[in-house]
């Protein structure tokens, strides 16, 4: 497949959780967590997803994979999984799949969960944990513990542990055991919900930079979910800022962070620690709380914290349009305002 071909391919998505009351549990209304998503992620980079909690990334992500329902929308995945390994790759849309062509889709697609403590079965080895998707897609039996054993020698960990426990482990070499059981079966994409977030500052780096080198082995596609704005710059080829369930904005790192587009993405950039005690930067604190997704402001979500918004934005909803140079952005005055930016030092050990 071409690079700049997208290996999925997003299209008005929408995750609308139904809200009930009474002993009938009827239905007084919908948690709009997805609320009509557009984008691509191209083949072979990484995606950095970023946004205040409860935006709905994390169920954005989980919904591409199909782990949560669609309420409407497509999600186009490019596979030859559905036609044999010599044929040409065809687009399918995975929210329309049965169960029996979902399952051949999952050998390309894996996660890596937030938490390494509650992702992994406490009551199950390391062998039967990364051996599980082996087992489940039909690897053959005989080759199962040589396949664990290289597995658990790519992430850096002795293959002797293997016959050991998940509590038997520390915090990081629990996450490269979830990484070594979501490339085993070498997937073309991964969506990776806050990998890092849970571990100590100094084990971060090393899971960053270990699946790096696993993006490179293996032609690896990420979907980096994280609250950590360092991360996604060191990490991310391109960064789409989420609120209140829409895209704000997409941009390469650089020019996201230097100049942002979005008075959103001007607040989350606004908010990061700098590590330098002498230096003063000025800060845009955003006014309120999020909004309820059960019943969104009309028009621009953002427009009752926005102190740029005027009238079009409490009346029409902004779409996410071109803004030059491959960035996309979803506000009615992005021509007209200027924004402040914030660059990291691509450390991001020095912002975490």
Known sequence: ???????????????????????????????????????????????????ESGCGKTTLGRALLKLVPVTDGHVMYR??????????????????????????????????????????????????????????????????????????????????????????FSGGQRQRIGIARAVALQPSFIMCDEPSSALDVSVQAQVLNLMADLQEKFQLTYLLISHNLAVVEYLGHRIAVMYLGRIVELSEPKALYIQPLHPYTEALLSSIPFPDPEARRKKEPLPGGVPSPINPPPGCHFHPRCKYAQQICQQETPVLQEAGDGRLVACHRWQEIELTGFSFMRNPLSNT
């Open 1 to 51: 497949m071409n690079q700049s071909q997208p290996l999925m391919a997003i299209t008005d998505l929408k995750v609308h959780f139904p809200v009930t009351k009474g002993l009938l549990r009827r239905t007084i209304g919908h948690v709009k967590a997805v609320d009509g998503v557009s984008f691509d992620i191209l083949q072979g980079e990484t995606l950095g997803l970023v946004g």
């Open 79 to 168: 596979t030859n999984s559905l036609s044999g390994d010599k044929a040409e790759p065809r687009s399918v849309d995975i929210v329309e799949l049965n169960e029996k062509d979902m399952k051949k889709i999952r050998r390309d697609i894996a996660a890596i969960f937030q938490d390494p403590f509650s992702s992994l079965n406490p009551r199950m080895t390391i062998a039967d944990i990364i051996g599980e998707p082996l087992r489940v897609h039909g690897y053959p039996k005989d080759g199962r513990r040589d396949r664990i054993a290289d597995l658990l020698k790519t992430v850096g960990l002795n293959p002797s542990a293997m016959k050991r426990y998940p509590v038997e």
